[in-house]
Each structure stands twice: as C-alpha cells, then as structure tokens.
Nanobody, 120 residues
Framework: QVQLVESGGGSVQAGGSLRLSCVASVSRYSYSTYCMGWFRQAPGKEREGVAT???????TYQDSVKGRFTISQDNAKNTVYLQMNSLKPEDTAMYYCAARYCNRDYFAFWGQGTQVTVSS
C-alpha cells in the first residue's frame, strides 16, 4: 500500500508559479513499483488528469498544461513534483496526487489534495 501527502498549493496571481510536492509512504513495495500522476478537480467539474510519470521518466501532459507544467520525481525521496508556471485562472482547482501499480492501468491510491487558486 502507499499513502500520499500533497503540499505546495496556495493562491497566486495569473502568470505566477507554484510547485506541488507529493510524498509517498510505501509499506510493502518499493516506490519504483508505482507510477505517479497529478489530477485536478475544479468546482462543478469532473476530475481530470494533468500529468503522469512512469518509472523510466517518461511523462504525459494534458494539452492545456503542455509547456507550462512539468512533472518530475525524486526516487530517493519518494516524491513527485508538479512545477506549474504561467498559471491561469482556469488552473484553479483541487490538485490530487495519485499512484498506480505500474503494471495496472488505474490509479488506486490518492492523496487528500491541495488547493490551487489563481486570480486574474
């Protein structure tokens, strides 16, 4: 199992930056067993994928964040990051860190979320 704790959210003006962090506490398998992702959910909207990273470092991004957001991870610290630059009001949402077993295609483990608010 894995427990995920996000941090780094906050309120910024449009054009600003934030870096989200997610620390994974693993109990049975090593951190490298898991593939990580960031998701977000805005009020009244469905949760959507933002970015994912797999064990070999390959990444995927939602089109709306390409070129502005960067997902990365530090395996030694069991931590995944989301660097968010050039933030827009439409990026306002609760951001969630999630983990899946790399041999499975669904995210089974979720953090509690961290709020990101971008004002115009």
């Amino acid at each position: 199992q894995v427990q995920l704790v996000e941090s780094g959210g906050g309120s910024v003006q449009a054009g600003g930056s934030l870096r989200l962090s997610c620390v994974a506490s693993v109990s049975r398998y090593s951190y490298s067993t898991y593939c990580m992702g960031w998701f977000r959910q805005a009020p009244g909207k469905e949760r959507e994928g933002v970015a994912t990273i797999i064990s070999d470092g390959r990444t995927t991004y939602q089109d709306s964040v390409k070129g502005r957001f960067t997902i990365s991870q530090d395996n030694a610290k069991n931590t995944v990051y989301l660097q968010m630059n050039s933030l827009k009001p439409e990026d306002t949402a609760m951001y969630y860190c999630a983990a899946r077993y790399c041999n499975r295609d669904y995210f089974a483990f979720w953090g509690q979320g961290t709020q990101v608010t971008v004002s115009s």
